[in-house]
């Protein structure tokens, strides 16, 4: 799912011309790894959400990690 998730990262950000925000990286990467997760589960149909979350580190408004 991480490998996923950052590949569609690179691909946001190419497709954008430029890098994301902290917050923009974040939610890119949460909405990648829920939708590979409801990717895999949606066989189950007791399972009606998923909720997706990423985390990052952000100083003085530059990203310094994404927190595994």
Known sequence: VCDRADAELARAQEAA????????????????????????????????????CDSVLEVDGRLEAQIG
């Not at 990286?25 to 909405?31: F, G, S, T």
């Not at 990717?39 to 009606?48: I, K, Y």
């Open 17 to 52: 011309g430029q890098a994301f925000s902290p917050d923009e990286v974040a939610l890119v990467l949460a909405r990648a790894k829920c939708e590979a997760v409801a990717d895999e589960v949606s066989q189950d149909a007791s399972l009606d959400i998923v909720i997706g």
